[in-house]
Nanobody, 129 residues
């Protein structure tokens, strides 16, 4: 089992920055991919960014160039640095993790939220205009 705990959310003005962290505990040696999704009220959960244990990344087009995902394997932690935040970035941000899977496109699989092995409880990010 793996437990994921997010931190770093909060209220920020448009144009501001935040850094989210997600610390994994438990059977962390099994984790292959970690990443972030977000869900705004009335909308489906959508991919923000994902990163493999080798450092390969996948970003949503809506945040590309503004958000950066990184990972510290020694600390079992994934980060999401967010800059130039916009009101439309307001959402609950969820950390997720996957065990190794057989797949032709592991990062492509993350385009859909369903099928993740582990989820965090979520952290609220609110961007005021």
């Amino acid at each position: 089992q793996v437990q994921l705990v997010e931190s770093g959310g909060g209220l920020v003005q448009a144009g501001g920055s935040l850094r989210l962290s997600c610390a994994a505990s438990g059977s962390v040696f099994e984790i292959h991919v970690m990443g972030w999704y977000r869900q705004a009220p009335g909308k489906q959960r959508e991919l923000v960014a994902a990163i493999t244990s080798d450092g390969d990344t996948n970003y949503a087009d809506s945040i590309r160039g503004r958000f950066t995902i990184s990972r510290d394997n020694a600390k079992n932690t994934v980060y999401l640095q967010m800059v130039s935040l916009k009101p439309e970035d307001t959402a609950v941000y969820y950390c997720a993790a996957d065990l190794p899977h057989i797949s032709r496109d592991i990062l492509g699989d993350w385009e859909l939220a369903g099928g993740r092995d582990y989820w965090g409880q979520g952290t609220q990010v609110t961007v005021s205009s």
